[in-house]
Every structure is written in C-alpha cells, then in structure tokens.
C-alpha cells in the first residue's frame, strides 16, 4: 500500500476560537434591538454586535482616526498578539510606533467584519432569538453591509470623520465602499490590491473553494457544529485554492521551484515530495485551526456580490461624484488576483469624478500577498500618502 | 435555512466506465509476463495491457503513422463516439478526413497512458496477481514510462519510424520525451501548449486537485471501489480547480463576465447565482461520469515529476544533442498554466542542439484549452508543419 499523507486530525484551538466568537477578548460594541444594522439582503440584523481593537490615541479634535478593514480571512488583531494562533498581528509591519500607520501619531482601528467569527456576529455566532448558532439562518451579507456596521461603530466610538481609511484585498473593497457611501465622513482612503468589482475568474476560485467545504461531508448542511463535527478537510483544500491565488508564479518558483522536501530523489509516492505541496498543506491546516468555515463561504460570498458600479447603473465614476476625499490607489505587478488593470479601472473612474487621486504600480513578484509583506516601497507611499493627508488635514499640529 | 446547491449525486456512467476499465470497446495491445514494462520507479510491470484507437491506412512503407499523445485527462477517443460519455472525440476539429491530421493522409494512432482508465493499465484495473483492482497498490508511473509503454505498442503495430508525434499539455510532454527518448524513431513533432518541466504554481495546482480528493472520506484511502464508494465530489472539486487554469481570466470574462443564471438579481444565498458558478459545477459533475479518482491521483503526479533536464544534469539541450527530428512548438498568448516563456525555452534547447524547429506563438484569449477548441490559426499552421515535414519524408508520393 502507498503512504499517503494528507492533513492532520482536528482543529488545534477549536476551543478558543469558539470562546472568540461571542465572547472575543476585543473590546465589543453591542448594538440592541433598537439599532437593527439594515442589510442589502432585506434583514434588519438585530441585536448585533462588533468586535475591534484600537491602538494609540485619538487627539482632541477627533480628527486623527484611521479605520483598517481587515482582508477574507484577516480580523480586527492588527498588531497584537492574535488570542487564538498566538502570533503577531498580521499587520504588524505597517501599524505600530513609527510605522507608516503610525500609532504615535494616529488612533487605528479595525474591526472583525460582520459575518466573521472573531467576535462580530456571523454564522458561528449564537442567534439570540434560538440560543443555537447561526450556521446558515444567518442572512447573507454584503461588501456595503460590512461597511455600514463599521460606520454604526465609529458613530458609537464618537467619530465623525475619519482621518483616512485603509485596506487591502477585501479590506481595499470596503475602503473603497466606505468612501462612496459615506464621503463627507472620509477625509483620505488608501486602497490596496483591489477593486470595485470581483471578476469571473475570481467568483470562480471562491466557488471553487465553497464547493470544497460543501463537499465535505461533515459540514453537514452548515450544522457542523451541532454534530461536534468539522468541515476541516474541505475548509483546508479551500484554502489551498486560495492560497496560489495569493502568490504569483514567479513567487512560488523563487520560494520553492522543483526543490524536494527533505530529500533528493522523489519517493515514487503521494507524499509531500515537493516543497510546494508541504507548504500549502501547512497552509491548508493551520488556517482551519482559526477559522469558521461558515464564515468562509460568507464573506466569499460578499466578495463575489461586490460591484459598486452596478449601483450606478454601471457607471463607477457615479459613485463618487464630487467626492473631496483624496485617494491612494496601490497595485502590485505580480498580483493576479487584483491585477493593475483593475486599479487603473478605479484611478479612471475617480479621474472622471474630478477626484483627487494618486496610483503606484509598485514592481514585485510576490503577488496578491505582497500588500501584507514586508515590500519598503509599499512602506514608504503609504506613509507619504498619510504624511501629506495629514498636513492637509491639520494632523502635524496634533502631535 | 438558506437553499443549498451542490455537485449532483453519484457518477451516471459508472458502469460503463468500470466496463471500459479491463475490456474496452477500442483494440488492445496485450503485454505478458515476458514483456513487463520498465518503470522509472523500479517495478517491472506485468502483464499490462494499452488500449487504443487508429484511424485512417497505414501505408506500404510504413511511414505515414502520427502518434497522439493525449492530455491528463484524456484518452484515446480522438474523433469518434465516446464509449462512455456519448459525445464527439476530444479533438475531432483535428483529425478527420481534411482536417490538418488528415486521416485520408496519415496513419492516426492515440492511444490511452498507462495509468489511465480507459482501458490501459491503471489504478482502475484487475491486478492479476490478486484479482483485485489495483488501487494505491499500482506502481507511481512517469511522463517517460507512458512514452515507453506506447513505443511498445508501436512496435506492436509495426512500425519503425513515426512520421510525427502529436500532444497538446501532458500529450505535449509526452511528445518531447518521446523524442528525447528515441530520436531516430520520431521524424517530426508538433508539441502544442506544454513544458519540459512543470512549474512550482502547476505542482501547486496539481496538490490542490489531489488533496480535494483523498480529502473526500468516500476516497478510502483509495479503495472506494471495494466499499461501493465513489469520491465524486472530491474529484469534482479538483476539476474545476483544473479547470479555472484551463481557461483565461479574459476567456472566463468574455463568456460569463459577472451574468447571472436564469435571473437579474442576486439570491442572497449560496446558489449558483453567477453563470461561471453553474458553469464550473458541470465541469465537476460531468467530469466524475467518466473518470476515475485514483487515475487523476496518478496522472497528475506523473506530470508533476516530468523534468527533461534532470536526466541531463539540468541542461535541456543535452536531451536533444544531435537530433534529426523537426519540431514545431506552439504556445497561446492568454495560456498561464503552459505560458510562451516555457515554449520558448523549449525552443531554446533545441536551438542549442541545433536541431530543426519552427515556433508559433498564437494570439487567443482562449487560455490553455485553446489547444482543444477551434483556433484556425492552429489548425493552419499545424497543417502546415505536416505538409512541410510530409514532402521531406517523401509522403506526397503516398497518398
């Protein structure tokens, strides 16, 4: 019989990630009955609540905020220990003392988005009307459903305008989103690797993955968790698809090429024999340990339903007619998932509403993943950007 | 609760596929103990069996033959009536009467790998020494051990010298190795859409594909057949990853774009509201209907330790020192599994090796399957390349 080795058992940290999920170790902005968020989907969501994390401090005008949203399977642990993995924040080499999201300087918040599982309500979380969780009664959510509770948290948090708002990937979406529905409250937006649309190919891969935890049988309709069971495998291989998608080509053959795993000559077998293989098996079973598959198929979902055009009868340049807000635009030349076509369609598009806009293609070959990598130039526009953002608004003054 | 839908229940033709499995519909070339193949791995395999398909006459002289190698997922039903499936051969655009492999012309013969499912020796197959289906017991088998297995069949069939060796991707691959492997019986080769080695990112792609199925508990550690099991949304999740890397991100914009199936407005649930959704789920379904789980395992795993070079302490061009066979390589612009970069360096090599070799770069927003599709631009010039090499090979005089 071959040897075929394929992922490990269970999910590690099964149990703190469940204590996470309603009771986060985040601050929680709770929000009753009488604060329903509004959802595209027709739902009034209520009560809900918002998990989030804050780091330095806001000035006494109140003008120096910056709101990060958090990419598919990021959360609100920007940079600080993350309670369930244990590692550093996944942003750790943008915000922070000196930073170009600098915490001396500015007051950075992000949040878990809803539909997440770190502490927002989403599908793992306990519907108050049952006292089961959520699972698939959870009604699905949109990019501008995210958005719109994040905006009922800086209301709650006293925040009338946002200094800047920053993301990357799904984080770029929702900035982007934020500023179009609210643009008298977002005085700058950096928007990272994204776009105001999710091609074909892309709703392809995320189907691909929701077809993966489907296929598993022990997600179970959705009602993994009534069954103590867990879609892990399925969740993992979604993953994997997803994971290429992050690194380019050129990223994969400078990390790996053909080099064998521990070994020279191949086994003739299923085995890991390539470091490629071991390495998006790791990646594949250790995000399952942190994450909700649930949730996966949600904020995918939202992913897909993006298109902020299409509520402008087509014309993206609509949503942000007038708009004062300066904007940052970032792509990266390797980055397949958001090519800089789709960045350029977003800098035409402010071009044509007489908006105040800057574009870098930045030269990497790390792909999508490049915006959460240590890429200096990346470093160094951001923190230009937010440097002369801030003279315009005042902010050198605050310090 | 949200509707849910997923891949279809079991495989339809399951039967006839089991059938085709040890007693095909097409012609078999039977290999007995005293004629074991010799595998890469070190396994002499005996008996085995390859099945095949011909079309067209064989000459007096025996010179007109042209050997089709067919891709992963493939077989040897070129251009007539799948036995399973019902529907035309997988490259009838290329071989007919008239078309550029012009059966009125050439002696046509495609036969299935070793390690496939369609009547050659596989996973699928009765191991005679145990009256049982192989399964994970079969040996690993390589690019270069299926070139071995069909110079046997050709033997068989008794013919020298192959006018032309024909593949598109791992029928590519193995057209290369053919050459490589026995230069004075290959007087010409068209090698469409392939590589000398596969990439990091392909590797990744494959290792996707494999650990979606052994992920599926109905794989069994891959003895699904003797637990009346079938790991069909294993296998349906990894071919539509192939999938998506089959077809451009321009080809999957141009033929769903972000169009909705049957509606206007999204459904707010987990359906297949997208058209590439509905799309890329029938590839999964149909798929499975005519294939087997162990043989993808296998196939692809083969494809992932094909490297031309290794053999030749890394220089490609030592492969094909010295070779007399004309080649015609052939690569498409919008192609990212088998990019122009890796045509290229093929053409490279054999430069180096001063052998006679023409080169195609085709302009298609058709992605990797445009080898497959009608690209007239393709059908043009590999019809030119036979003519040319015809008239060398004196073959005008035959017809």
Redesign the interface.
Known sequence: ??N?Q??PGAALHSEERAREVDHPSSPVARFGVDQPLRL???VDLAPFQIAYQTYGRLNADRSNAILIFHALTGDQHVANIHPVTGKAGWWETMVGPGRPLDTDRYFIICSNVIGGCMGSTGPASTNPATGKLWG??F??ITIPDMVRAQAMLIDRLGIETLFCVVGGSMGGMQALQCTAAYPDRVFSALAVACST?????N???H??G???V????DWR??RYFEHGADPH??L??AR??AH?TY?S?AA??R????RMQDRDL?T???D???Q??SY??YQ?SSFVERFDANSY?YLT?AM??F?IAADHKGVLAEAFRDIKTRFCVVSFTSD?LFPTAEARAIVHALNASSARVSFAEIETDKGHDAFLLDVPEFFEISRAFLHSAGLARGLSRAR
Chains 1, 2 share one sequence.
């Open positions: 019989m071959m075929v394929s992922f595209d989907c027709g698939l009664d009604p699905l649309r999710h091609s074909a190919q709703i392809a891969f189907e691909l929701r077809q993966a489907m296929a598993d049988p309709g959705g495998r399925g993992g291989v994997m698809a290429i690194l080509d994969l053959h990390k790996f090429g053909r191949p003739f077998s299923f890991a024999d390539f490629v293989e998006l098996r594949g198929l979902r897909d339903y298109d397949w």
